[in-house]
């Protein structure tokens, strides 16, 4: 029987999500979703039904031709008894109350980043989540499902080119809105690389510091964009990365490991590259759900598999909370210009 998702949240991310539920995850099922606009989520809901009804009608019958329903109140979907488990794509400020219901109700759930707004009300998540006894938070931390970061780890961990020493990181929107403000590129945006970092090391990160040029005129006053942040690891190495969410241009996520015997870049190869009349380019995906297509449908599909076995396959709360405590520092850093160190609760007390 079909995982029944849940989809809390349907902004940009979240309907992205639904569509994925209905369209490309096998062994789910999409029944519910709920969203702050419910004109929105009427909307979504009535597309997707049509397409799930549709479905069933061209495959004989076999899909289930279920209505997702709207629900106007989240905490009531994720009471809902038909829903096995949850995507949470609400905006970052209604995680911690939603997150706490999910483990009340006992529900495994996606959570996109961030996990929650700051890392003391994280770490009350994990704390949470240990005292159920078993994990049931998966943290939408993509990237890692993404089949040329994967590669890059798995070089990495081979050790072929040696120990890595650096990363340098490149993350460019084509555009944001004015309320992404400065906290969110730092919280909503550089939180990837903070993982990305974290993950591709297997150390977490003592360190940041955040510059910031003076900003692209496109936008508003007070927004600080580009920003540049330096991580230090536990085991002395450092990773930059550059964040510049009104690029104008369009979507570009890079990565250089650079390691004693040689570096490996990623993030080049989305997109056609030509070289014709001492030029080369390519094309650039507009955003992220292009870009990183492939990877959000592995970790969709590998998170209700692992769901239906009562594991969950990727990111933790713990990797949420650990994210949530270098963006707080990073916070600090981008308002004082200083480094500032981050303040990590010890694993093994948290979590024994
Ligand atoms: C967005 O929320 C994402 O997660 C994207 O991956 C990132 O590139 C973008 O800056 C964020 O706003």
Same mark, same amino acid.
């Given at each position: 029987?079909?995982?029944?998702?849940?989809?809390?949240?349907?902004?940009?991310?979240?309907? /992205?999500?639904?569509?994925?539920?209905?369209?490309?995850?096998?062994?789910?099922?999409?029944?519910?979703?709920?969203?702050?606009?419910?004109?929105?989520?009427?909307?979504?809901?009535?597309?997707?039904?049509?397409? !799930?009804? !549709?479905?069933?009608?061209?495959?004989?019958?076999?899909?289930?031709?279920?209505?997702?329903?709207?629900?106007?109140?989240?905490?009531?979907?994720?009471?809902?008894?038909?829903?096995?488990?949850?995507?949470?794509?609400?905006?970052?400020?209604?995680?911690?109350?939603?997150?706490?219901?999910?483990?009340?109700?006992?529900?495994?759930?996606?959570?996109?980043?961030?996990?929650?707004?700051?890392?003391?009300?994280?770490?009350?998540?994990?704390?949470?989540?240990?005292?159920?006894?078993?994990?049931?938070?998966?943290?939408?931390?993509?990237?890692?499902?993404?089949?040329?970061?994967?590669?890059?780890?798995?070089?990495?961990?081979?050790? /072929?080119?040696?120990?890595?020493?650096?990363?340098?990181?490149?993350?460019?929107?084509?555009?944001?809105?004015?309320?992404?403000? !400065?906290?969110?590129?730092?919280?909503?945006?550089?939180?990837?690389?903070?993982?990305?970092?974290?993950?591709?090391?297997?150390?977490?990160?003592?360190?940041?510091?955040?510059?910031?040029?003076?900003?692209? !005129? &496109?936008?508003?006053?007070?927004?600080?964009?580009?920003?540049?942040?330096?991580?230090? &690891?536990?085991?002395?190495?450092?990773?930059?990365?550059?964040?510049?969410?009104?690029?104008?241009?369009?979507?570009?996520?890079?990565?250089?490991?650079?390691?004693?015997?040689?570096?490996?870049?990623?993030?080049?190869?989305?997109?056609?590259?030509?070289?014709?009349?001492?030029?080369?380019?390519?094309?650039?995906?507009?955003?992220?759900?292009?870009?990183?297509?492939?990877?959000?449908?592995?970790?969709?599909?590998?998170?209700?598999?692992?769901?239906?076995?009562?594991?969950?396959?990727?990111?933790?709360?713990?990797?949420?909370?650990?994210?949530?405590?270098?963006?707080?520092?990073?916070?600090?850093?981008?308002?004082?210009?200083?480094?500032?160190?981050?303040?990590?609760?010890?694993?093994?007390?948290?979590?024994?």
């Amino acid at each position: 029987t079909d995982l029944r998702v849940g989809v809390v949240g349907v902004g940009v991310m979240g309907a /992205d999500h639904a569509e994925r539920v209905v369209r490309k995850t096998s062994g789910a099922r999409l029944v519910a979703v709920a969203d702050a606009d419910a004109g929105r989520a009427e909307a979504l809901a009535g597309r997707l039904s049509e397409r !799930s009804a !549709s479905t069933a009608r061209h495959s004989g019958g076999t899909t289930h031709a279920e209505t997702v329903r709207v629900v106007e109140d989240p905490m009531d979907l994720i009471a809902a008894d038909d829903v096995d488990a949850v995507i949470l794509a609400s905006p970052g400020f209604a995680h911690a109350e939603q997150l706490f219901a999910c483990l009340e109700h006992g529900k495994p759930v996606l959570c996109e980043k961030p996990l929650t707004m700051d890392a003391a009300s994280a770490l009350r998540v994990v704390e949470a989540e240990h005292k159920l006894g078993r994990q049931v938070i998966q943290v939408g931390f993509m990237r890692r499902f993404d089949p040329e970061y994967a590669a890059l780890k798995q070089l990495l961990d081979s050790g /072929d080119l040696g120990r890595t020493l650096l990363l340098h990181n490149v993350h460019r929107n084509k555009s944001a809105p004015p309320t992404f403000r !400065s906290e969110m590129i730092v919280r909503d945006s550089m939180v990837h690389e903070v993982d990305v970092a974290r993950w591709l090391f297997g150390e977490e990160i003592t360190r940041i510091t955040v510059h910031t040029p003076t900003p692209t !005129s &496109l936008v508003g006053d007070g927004v600080l964009d580009p920003q540049l942040a330096v991580f230090e &690891l536990a085991n002395g190495a450092m990773a930059d990365v550059e964040v510049f969410v009104n690029f104008q241009v369009g979507y570009e996520v890079r990565c250089e490991a650079v390691a004693e015997r040689g570096s490996a870049t990623i993030g080049l190869g989305s997109g056609v590259f030509t070289r014709a009349g001492e030029q080369w380019g390519g094309t650039m995906p507009a955003d992220f759900r292009v870009r990183f297509e492939q990877a959000y449908d592995i970790e969709v599909q590998r998170w209700v598999d692992a769901t239906v076995r009562g594991e969950i396959d990727g990111p933790s709360a713990w990797d949420g909370y650990a994210a949530a405590a270098v963006c707080e520092a990073g916070l600090e850093s981008l308002s004082t210009g200083k480094p500032v160190d981050v303040a990590l609760a010890d694993r093994s007390e948290v979590l024994g």
